[in-house]
């Protein structure tokens, strides 16, 4: 069960393209990771490559739709990645394409010692589509009959992209959680739930010691997931600075 929303669609998730406003995109070669493409746009424009391959078009290695041909011959699917969105009109957006074009173009390896990243980057900065999920997601909240539950944030480990298994894996423990029968546990990262499992009870190896780690034992509750995963819990969290990286909802 996989749960990358990055080669889905050829049009963003419901809700994002109008809040992205005018936006600077990478299109990706999922083969071997190269952006291929910059280009600017509004609405859905990031996937219209992907739609109109079929008329005209090169069909060598390095043109834009001989290379998007290849990528679906392949049986893949080209990964849409955001530069920089909300930008305030058209020409604004040619000036970001034109700086990432020229910066790519002369640059083939960079290791940059920059202390300070891009101004903006966490709120408008180069993001995968799975990164921008909060822009569509809808409120929800954790009704009683789903209580006892607990809203981990594994936010160290965890990967955009990351299939059931290894997301669990870095979901469901080793945290100093108190001996409780939760009934459901949720993966949490950037405020928005991105797993549900029903919880089965504790690891054996769990310490039970004060101040030591416990891990959960679970199944993924597959009927919850069209409900839950993608939606949104900010107001669940503690404040930013919280330091436990779980909520209990009781």
């Not at 970001?96 to 900065?125: F, M, P, W, Y």
Request: aromatic content about 10%; glycine content about 10%.
């Amino acid at each position: 069960m996989s749960v990358d929303v990055e080669r889905q669609r050829l049009e963003f998730l419901p809700g994002v393209a109008g809040k992205l406003r005018w936006y600077v995109y990478a299109l990706r070669d999922p083969r071997d990771g190269a952006v291929f493409y910059i280009g600017k746009g509004k609405g859905n424009r990031a996937y219209q490559h992907a739609k109109n391959i079929g008329a005209g078009g090169g069909t060598l290695l390095d043109d834009k739709r001989g290379r998007i041909r290849q990528i679906h011959a392949d049986g893949l699917q080209v990964i849409v990645e955001i530069v920089r969105h909300q930008l305030v009109d058209e020409k604004a957006a040619y000036e970001v394409e034109a700086a990432v074009i020229d910066t790519l173009s002369h640059v083939t390896i960079s290791d940059l010692k920059n202390k300070v990243q891009g101004h903006g980057k966490d709120e408008r900065g180069w993001a995968s589509l799975d990164k921008l999920r909060h822009l569509e997601a809808p409120k929800i909240d954790i009704p009683p009959e789903l209580r006892p539950a607990v809203l981990i944030r594994p936010n160290r480990e965890y990967r955009y992209g990351m299939d059931v298994d290894p997301m669990w894996e870095v979901t469901r423990g080793w945290w100093p959680m108190r001996r409780r029968d939760y009934r459901y546990a949720f993966c949490v990262h950037g405020a928005i739930i991105r797993g549900v499992w029903e919880v089965r009870g504790w690891d054996p190896e769990s310490n039970w010691a004060p101040k030591k780690r416990r891990a959960l034992l679970g199944e993924p509750a597959a009927d919850l997931w069209p409900t839950y995963v993608g939606g949104w819990v900010g107001h669940l969290l503690p404040a930013p600075g919280g330091q436990m990286p779980f909520t209990v909802l009781l």
